[in-house]
């Protein structure tokens, strides 16, 4: 992993949100769910910084395996599948996605939980490979996304 020292100016604690829910008539158990699953900065080019510490730099976030297998987990677990991503793009404010989340036998409650508001976050896994030290984080410059989960605390 290459490590490197910089000074820069940044804003506390991104959220990555889910910004709308929605439902088609014809389809009672699913939910399309969409936000920013990373965000990297805002509209005037500050940086945002998670509760963690980092920044993921979205240029540097390589999608590319978690495209072939686009799956929406439930808080980091990864037994426990939720949906799945159906779009994402990387944009100058972080990564955008759009997901379609079906009510489980047994997952009922995260369902009504995201319909009704209760968990309004997503979050991401990712492998870093490089980064560096900023004065008030870590921006991780090189990474690979391995998971998208909608999360009630992210990070």
Not at 26 to 33: A, F, G
């Amino acid at each position: 992993m290459k490590i490197k020292k910089s000074n820069s100016n940044v804003i506390l604690h991104s959220l990555a949100e889910i910004k709308s829910v929605s439902q088609e008539q014809d389809k009672p158990n699913t939910l399309y769910i969409e936000g920013y699953a990373s965000f990297y900065q805002n509209d005037i080019g500050m940086k945002e910084v998670d509760r963690d510490q980092e920044i993921v730099n979205i240029d540097g976030l390589d999608i590319t395996a978690f495209q072939k297998n686009p799956v929406l987990l439930y808080n980091h677990d990864w037994s426990e599948v939720r949906g799945k991503v159906i779009h994402m793009n990387k944009d100058g404010n972080g990564l955008f996605v759009r997901c379609e989340m079906q009510r489980l036998t047994g997952k009922e409650a995260d369902f009504e939980n995201v319909l009704y508001g209760n968990i309004k976050s997503f979050s991401i896994g990712f492998i870093p490979h490089e980064y560096q030290y900023l004065e008030d984080a870590i921006e991780i410059t090189q990474s690979e996304m391995i998971e998208l989960s909608i999360a009630p605390v992210q990070s």
